[in-house]
């Protein structure tokens, strides 16, 4: 059930102002010439594609405001009022196939699912991959907690942001509408909190630091982001990020999202000049740093194998609860494989200290 879906200018949101969130807020201003007019007739009339049934579904579970406060669907809207609603940007609509696939579930209850995802899996179906993901797998969880359960009632709606392919760690999935509303107006104020650890390229200066830069897509490479002068376009984006451990030619860094941009912690790192260790994309695949012998570069190839993808993981989540209120923080361990990337550096920054005694 994808609320006020179907807008226009979705691929041109998903095209120019990426994000990690699957939600993008609109706002609109009623015009001074306006008749009264019930919302949800108002709305469909504004949003291409979308129908009277959704339209109020969506009002009802709280995804639009009008001037800051939720109505029903029979509210008649006045000249200048502010309507505020978000839309599932994701413009695909694919028949999503149930397939057992093991979940990792952190915390589960009537409202929300925690999940520990791990590598080489896509969070949702979308072109050439439309099935084995992250979603394929919860669509079949669900159904046999609820047998005869339909497509209508999967919880496509609650995917509120998603991680890479091949990021590990933690993500939140709504299990109800209203769920899904207040988790992504979370998202939306930038009060959900979220750390993610990384082992970079480099030495890093300072211990710790904030990266500002506006973030979209690649002008040359569609398939990578870049950073770009405040203002000129893309979206503003904000990282912190503090040193765990040193290992002269890599560190291990914690980063913390203030915004949710799509590729952001690796675009900003690169962007300072640390590149994510092995983030074939960004060329972290390749030795930055080092010395060239021989035998370093087959050290650094064998941590490669060790662990054969981008070195980023989605450590902690901490969020108000939509129902209870309560705030609740959710912490994922390190994966094997970073795990042992990390003492396989430790290791050799042990042989290096006791060559130099």
Sequence with gaps: MDYFCGMKDELEFLTDEPSETLYERKTFVVDKGQEPVRIDKWVQMHLEGSTRNKVQKGIEAGFLTVNGKNVKSNYKIKPGDEIILMSFINPEHTI???EPIPL?????????????????????????????????GIAYYLEQQHPGIDEDTLPRYGLVHRIDKNTTGLLVLAKTAEAAAHLAKQFFNHTV????????WGDLAEDEGTITGHI??????RKMFDVYPDGEIGKHAITHYQVIERFHYVTQVSCELETGRTHQIRVHMKHIGHTLFNDWEYGGDEILKGTIYQK??????????????????????GFIHPKSGKQLFFEAPLPDDMQQLIEKWRSYVKIIKASVK
């Design 96 to 98: 999503l196939k149930k």
């Design 104 to 136: 990792h579930i952190v915390f589960e209850d009537d409202y929300l699912m925690v999940l520990n995802k791990p590598a080489n899996m896509v969070v949702h179906p979308g072109v050439g991959n439309y099935s084995g993901t992250l979603l394929n």
């Design 193 to 200: 909190k979220r750390k993610y650890t990384a082992v970079v």
């Design 216 to 221: 979209a897509r690649h002008k040359q490479h």
């Design 296 to 317: 370093y570069k087959q050290f650094v190839q064998n941590c490669f194998e060790i662990c054969p993808r981008c070195a980023l993981h989605a450590q902690t989540l």
